[in-house]
């Protein structure tokens, strides 16, 4: 019996960040059946150093059916293409590959914010997700089924700058909170008329900086649905 035949799997969910790493075992309906763990991304994060914290925290879970990980960069059939914030050397490299014969478990990687999007989207219309964090994650949903991870965090936003250069971590350290809320409004600005969504979700470890009103049709996403959408990552088609 396949790990998505099985009444109740438990899904290891893993969300590698540029910052932290993240990961718990959570049953179907996205009860966490393990301890909630983060370990911060090692400073030269190469796949052998992530994948080395990833173990030390999964040896702490108790078993698993399968594997569900969001990767900050492009991922096509669990092969990574890029991963802007943490090392080069991820390029080619296939994660899915490396973590099924690691653990021996069924496993499915994907753009983390597409994961973000599985675990915020409500399923109703055309629903856009932006994780704000070291990088800038973008997912499009529509119906609750994932149209396209984007890579909007390295388009072009204002001043030559990208939406990331503006946006992510660095920007806010830089520039402070209000600047950085006062370049998100404008984002959100030309998102909406782009996309022409009918709910914007922002997520990631910034979104916490948000202040003031936002559009009527969007809203604070919590960070933790990285984690959860690792369990609806199983129920799509993939
Ligand atoms: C990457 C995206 C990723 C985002 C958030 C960007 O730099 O290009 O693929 O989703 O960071 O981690």
Not at 57 to 63: C, I, T, V, Y
Not at 178 to 202: P, Q, T
Request: one cysteine or more; charged letters at 25%; aromatic letters at 8%.
């Amino acid at each position: 019996m396949s790990a998505k035949q099985l009444a109740n799997p438990l899904t290891l969910a893993i969300d590698i960040g540029g910052t932290g790493i993240k990961l718990v075992s959570l049953d179907q309906s996205g009860k966490p059946k393990g301890e909630f763990q983060r370990r911060e991304t090692p400073k030269l994060a190469t796949p052998a150093k992530v994948l080395a914290v990833i173990d030390e925290m999964a040896k702490k879970e108790g078993g698993f059916d399968r594997i569900a990980c969001g990767f900050p960069g492009v991922v096509k059939k669990g092969v990574v293409h890029t991963a802007p914030n943490l090392h080069k050397s991820w390029a080619n490299f296939n994660l899915e590959d490396a973590l099924r014969k690691k653990y021996d478990k069924p496993v499915r990687v994907a753009n983390d914010a597409a994961v973000q999007g599985y675990g915020a989207a409500e399923g109703k219309g055309q629903e856009l997700i932006i994780t704000l964090g070291t990088g800038l994650g973008s997912s499009l949903f529509l119906h609750g089924k994932l149209v396209a991870s984007l890579e909007m965090a390295h388009h072009p936003f204002r001043k030559g700058k990208t939406y990331e250069e503006v946006l992510g971590k660095k920007a806010l350290d830089k520039e402070g909170v209000k600047h950085w809320n006062k370049m998100l409004r404008e984002a959100i600005s030309n998102w909406s008329s782009l996309f022409n969504y009918d709910h914007l979700y922002l997520g990631g470890g910034n979104a916490k900086h948000i202040k003031g009103k936002l559009p009527k049709n969007a809203k604070i996403t919590p960070n933790v649905n990285g984690i959860y959408g690792g369990v609806k990552l199983w129920d799509d088609d993939y």
